[in-house]
């Protein structure tokens, strides 16, 4: 997959050597969905492109992925892509719909539906991730790291019973209590085409991976550490195996479980180099939580981008100064929204590097 030239010496890793606990020269910042859909120049591509066509054609992917570092000095770049290209690749349609978000006409609503499930070979169709992947990379000229990522098992799950985005995965959640040892079929189903993709994307290049179990919300503490955190284990757990087995470099892996603050202990424990985290957690207790030796990730909520500069400024500078310099890779507590003033973005970036 990768292509026969060596790729570019890496010119800035402040986000590596903040995930591997190394010392830094700024605080490093990237933002969640940095290259969507706040960018007028992503929605002139848009106007062009269906959304998954821009995922499956790397150059399209490459390009959104590049837009917001010719406008910002961010310190990582994450590949343009979506967690629900992976039920796309087992089989479910997948079909991004304005104003709604994505919708699976679809889904699977019974145990047996899970026989419409394809695993075999839903590799090769996420092969289109991997090529852009490298083509990133040499693109990126060694300018800052390439993150590529995944949905978690549980939150894959829930778009797939739910048919798309939900505030009560009242469907999925039933699935748990109706068809408990179906649920974990399911759910080590999606494991393993997980770290099958996830590994894929090493060996394309990606720097740094993140798992997004952006669900977690959903789950009581009890069923978190019942329903996800197994799975997130044996993600992060056969995922180093396979890479040490074969020599390939491992890449530090964040986890990012939103609204599963009540757990950064249990986090904590799985492995993982960061921990992501919301805006309702606060870094000093998450600190104290999750240890010197993790590394953790975010928070300003995304909210916080449309007040006026100088407010926006010293909220970014208090949470810089609260998480210290130290093992911390500044972001926002979940993705940016669609109409976030870009000059916001150009405050959070030099908030960030001037705090400490």
Avoid at 62 to 86: G, K, Y
Avoid at 88 to 109: C, N, R, Y
Avoid at 230 to 253: A, C, F, Q, S, T
Wanted: hydrophobic share 40%.
């Amino acid at each position: 997959m990768k292509d026969a030239k060596p790729f570019p010496v890496l010119k800035n890793d402040n986000l590596l050597r903040a995930a591997r606990g190394e010392v830094v020269d700024r605080v490093p910042v990237w933002v969640m969905r940095q290259a969507g859909r706040y960018l007028p120049e992503f929605q002139e591509l848009r106007k062009q492109h269906d959304f998954f066509t821009v995922c499956r054609t790397p150059e399209l992917a490459c390009e959104v992925t590049m837009q917001p570092l010719r406008r910002f000095d961010l310190d990582a770049s994450i590949i343009f892509s979506d967690i629900l290209v992976i039920p796309q690749a087992l089989g479910l349609t997948v079909e991004m719909h304005a104003g709604v978000g994505p919708v699976l006409p679809q889904p699977i609503k019974v145990p047996d539906d899970l026989k419409r499930l394809t695993p075999d070979g839903a590799l090769s169709r996420l092969s289109y991730v991997g090529d852009a992947i490298t083509m990133m990379r040499h693109k990126l000229d060694g300018r800052v790291p390439l993150i590529g990522f995944s949905g978690a098992p549980w939150t894959l799950m829930g778009y797939m019973i739910e048919g798309g985005g939900s505030k009560t995965m009242s469907k999925t959640k039933a699935w748990l209590k109706d068809y408990p040892e179906d649920s974990k079929l399911f759910l080590n189903l999606l494991t393993d085409a997980i770290v099958d993709y996830l590994e894929m994307q090493v060996k394309a290049g990606a720097q740094m991976l993140q798992v997004f179990e952006s669900s977690a919300e959903h789950l009581s503490k009890e069923d978190f550490l019942e329903w996800s955190v197994p799975y997130l284990r044996r993600i992060r757990d056969e995922l180093v195996d396979r890479l040490n087995k074969k020599v390939i470099p491992v890449v530090p892996i964040t986890l990012f479980a939103k609204g599963a603050g009540h757990s950064l202990k249990e986090q904590s424990e799985l492995g993982y180099d960061v921990i992501g985290l919301d805006w309702t957690v606060d870094p000093i207790e998450a600190r104290n939580l999750v240890g010197p030796n993790i590394t953790l990730q975010g928070n300003l909520d995304p909210q916080d981008m449309y007040r006026n500069p100088d407010e926006l400024r010293n909220l970014t500078t208090e949470m810089v100064h609260k998480f210290g310099k130290s093992r911390y890779i500044a972001n926002l507590g979940h993705g940016i929204t669609p109409q976030t003033p870009l000059a916001s973005m150009e405050v959070l970036v030099e908030a960030v590097h001037k705090a400490l």
